[in-house]
């Protein structure tokens, strides 16, 4: 930790002497020379680096912790004293242990499909055990930024129906011995549901046979790889059709705050517009979300006193910051061009991600029999919208070529 510290220091002041240099390189016309621009890129990629290795050091950390965790838990209590109500369904032991022998076994026992009928899936699957689908939860937010942000739900079958307050009631001014008016708030609905999303993963045949080898955690790092990276570009870009509807939808997604004057950059003070678009109440909670580039030309803004926008962080696990608020960024926001959607800020616990309970796996012995390996298929049905449009605001690109 004391490392990460140092780090994190060290880019503080990487930081500071590269806008030092910019300031003091920066021409009557506000622009550098290009022996300048090399060498401040060149500045600005060493605060990048840095910004990685503390990224690298900190899930390094993480895994530590976990793996320094006692393998076994005290006994605590008589022996031979009950835990309480033995869990049941997809819940129990036996269910866990004889799902992973049927993955892991040709032909699985009698008495093993019979403990799986509990999670006998519609398509020829089984259900996921309920603490391994906890793990592949977890798995999953790490993969992917927006299940951290977004608001997540669980539904069992059907579509669900979210209640919305479209327009609220006001009061009146009235007089002595007048009649109120009438000012009720206007209630709409949206409705979610779930899609589906799969991915097929093969693994040979001896490894599968080697009792070492951890299928569990194999298949809960890849599945959350694949699918986390397939359902983060459609929260971001989705249209609603077969998949999730994205954030950047242009009907039923985030509102337009602010329209740049240019096609290929925008400038501090339309940040500054964009964040006080965003109503007072939903501010205290949003963030930023951008791409790597969008960063990169944030970090050369200033506001009117001559201080930089971006604030590198100095404490550990926490983001960056623009205006006191955390920035993230994603590889599915789209980059500065003409008529993108180039910066976003807003509450994303507004957008609401629906997991259909039951994720399934499904063994295919046969498929790859010919190379050696087994498949197994892995599906999840989730959806994904923004129940508030105005929770979320983007600064939208000048449409068109120019800058």
Known sequence: MDKILELREKRA?????????????????????????????????????????????????ALDAEMNKPLNKPLSGKPGAGSGEEK???????????????????LPSHGVMDALQVGTDSEGGYLVPDEFERTLVEALEEQNIFRVLAHVIQTSSG???????????????????????ESDDSIGQVSIGAYKLGTMIKVSEELLNDSVFDLESYISREFA????????????????????????ADTSGAEVGVTAAAAGAFTADEVFDLFYSLKAPYRKSAVFLMNDASVKALRKLKDSNGQYLWQPSLTAATPDTLMGRP????????AVAAGAKSILFGDLSYYWVADRQGRSFRRLGELYAPTGQVGFLATQRVDGKLVLAEAVKVLQQKAGSGS
């Open 13 to 61: 002041k990487a930081w500071e002497a590269a806008k030092a240099f910019l300031d003091s390189k920066r021409g009557a016309d506000g622009l550098l020379a290009a022996e300048d621009v090399a060498a401040y890129e060149k500045m600005e990629a060493d605060v990048v680096n840095l910004g990685k290795e503390i990224d690298r050091l900190e899930r390094q950390a």
């Open 88 to 106: 049941t369904g997809r819940a129990s032991a036996e269910y866990r242990r004889s799902f992973w022998n049927a993955m892991r076994s040709k």
């Open 159 to 181: 579509d669900r129906k979210i209640p919305v307050v479209a327009s609220k009631g006001t009061a009146s001014w009235v007089d002595e011995e007048g009649a109120i008016p």
């Open 225 to 248: 790889r694949r699918i986390g990276n397939k359902e983060e570009e459609a929260f971001f870009t989705g249209d609603g059709k077969g998949k999730p509807l994205g954030v950047l």
């Open 327 to 334: 920035v993230y960024t994603s590889a599915f926001m789209p």
